[in-house]
């Protein structure tokens, strides 16, 4: 079978939304530690992973011989009906982990369950369906997050459930705020912050949520501190704060090992996904006790938490911890960070360089301007893929260059793949 066969058949019963990486797109049918192969038999180093998700590589054998030690006993799938050893464990971990004093933890399958769970407590704890969230942000693909995305490129439907006002993000680049240096653009918020309250709700409201680096819209960030002032602007009101740190967690930001830290606060509720089953399906909620246990009727989740998943996660909490994969990538983090900004310091289609640890992204605009320059952006992404290395693509306006690689990549092939996308810049620019 060609990769043009099974592209037909793939256009032929899927639906057209969901979009293909590059003009021939890839079948990736094999993958060990940062590297994958493709049908053709080619590898490339992956500087993706899955979306931020292949957190400690392909094939890593202790995540494989725990997979398969849970498959030995026959038993993949017995629902949150039972007691289930592996997801108890987990829950202990990270519940110690998250810094939430008297945490619970609800699993699920997917970063959007896990933020959907996060909204459902939150509107039930303060009886409130009114939601501040983040301008540019990205929450899921579900009715209510969807609500709560600020991008309109993921946002599939003018219908909302919540009732939703929204901030400014704080970031350096564009909008009204980024005129203003970090310090004054931490005040700036709060002042917005403020005025939303006073002016686009009913006073009561149930939570805000943002990411404290947005992925879907470009590794965006506002400066250290700003979820410390937002919170204590919630605290006078009593509203919840919620950390989506479904791609900033488990260490990946290098000098924290949640996202929130950098901020010097606890939010009430934080949400978890992708890296910790390093491809299995696994997400999921921590809240404070009295704020998790807000949901006035029986729920579950039939799959969420399940025996593989958790024995899956288990291995994955704990490869991380013992090898300390949040020290190497704000180690080889450093490497890609400093060697791009080096690299495209005089490049005038390259408006920002930034986020942290192995969470980094690269921004192309027009020479001169804040203007998107998304055709760059595609030349840059193809001629990646053409030197050997996968990365993403993002942003409100599709033109950053996105890379969250393993959090075990080496310092030799951070520098591999740092001089691959320098070679992508600098000819898809001459282009």
């Known amino acids: ?14 639906p057209s939304w969901m979009p293909l990486y590059y003009a021939e797109p890839l079948e990736l049918v094999a993958g060990s530690g940062r590297r994958v192969t493709d049908a053709a038999g080619r590898t490339y180093l992956d500087f993706f992973g899955g979306v931020l998700t292949t957190m400690v590589g392909h094939d890593i054998p202790e995540i494989r011989e725990a997979v398969e030690r849970q498959l030995r006993t026959g038993l993949v799938h017995t629902s949150t009906l039972y007691l289930i050893r592996q997801q108890v464990e987990l829950a202990e971990k990270i519940a110690r982990l998250s810094g939430i004093p008297d945490a619970r933890v609800f699993f699920t399958n997917s970063g959007t369950e896990a933020n959907e769970a996060a909204l459902l407590v939150a509107t039930n704890h303060r009886r409130s369906h009114q939601i501040l969230a983040v301008r540019n942000s990205y929450h899921g693909r579900s009715y209510a997050t969807m609500g709560v995305t600020g991008n309109r490129g993921w946002s599939a439907s003018a219908l909302n459930p919540l009732q939703v ?13 980024a005129r203003l240096d970090a310090a004054d653009r931490v005040d700036a918020a709060v002042e917005d912050l403020r005025e ?41 009101h009593g509203i919840l704060l919620i950390s989506d740190e479904v791609q900033t967690g488990w260490g990946r930001t290098g000098e924290h090992f949640w996202g929130y830290q950098a901020h010097g606060v606890t939010p009430d509720l934080l949400t978890f996904a992708k890296g910790i089953g390093n491809g299995f399906a696994l997400a999921g909620v921590v809240g404070r006790a009295e704020v998790l246990e807000s949901v006035p009727a029986i729920s579950f989740s039939t799959f969420g938490g ?4 958790t024995a899956a996660g288990n291995a994955v909490l704990d490869y991380l911890l013992d090898h300390d ?24 289609q390259v408006a920002e360089v930034r986020g942290k640890g192995l969470m980094l992204a690269v921004e192309f605009v027009h020479p ?6 998304a055709a760059l952006t595609t030349r840059v992404f193809e001629a990646c893929r053409a030197g050997g290395l996968l990365v993403g693509k993002g942003g409100l306006y599709g033109n950053v260059i996105r890379m969250g690689p393993p959090l075990t990549l080496t310092e030799d092939e951070a520098r591999e793949g740092l001089a691959i996308l320098v070679e992508a810049v600098h000819s898809a620019i001459g282009g």
């Open 1 to 14: 079978m060609t990769s043009d066969d099974l592209l037909a058949r793939h256009r032929a019963v899927l």
């Open 165 to 177: 006002a929204w901030l400014h993000s704080g970031e350096r680049l564009r909008g009204l705020l």
């Open 196 to 236: 939303v309250l006073a002016t686009q709700t009913a006073g009561d409201v149930a939570c805000l949520i943002a990411e404290p680096v947005q992925g879907v819209g470009g590794f965006v960030h506002g400066p250290d501190g700003l979820f410390a002032a937002w919170k204590k602007v919630l605290d006078e």
């Open 306 to 309: 399940n025996p593989v998943s």
């Open 325 to 348: 994969l949040q020290a190497n990538a704000a180690r080889v983090g450093a490497i890609l960070g400093d060697g791009l900004r080096a690299a495209t310091a005089g490049l005038d």
């Open 368 to 373: 001169g301007t804040v203007e998107s320059d």
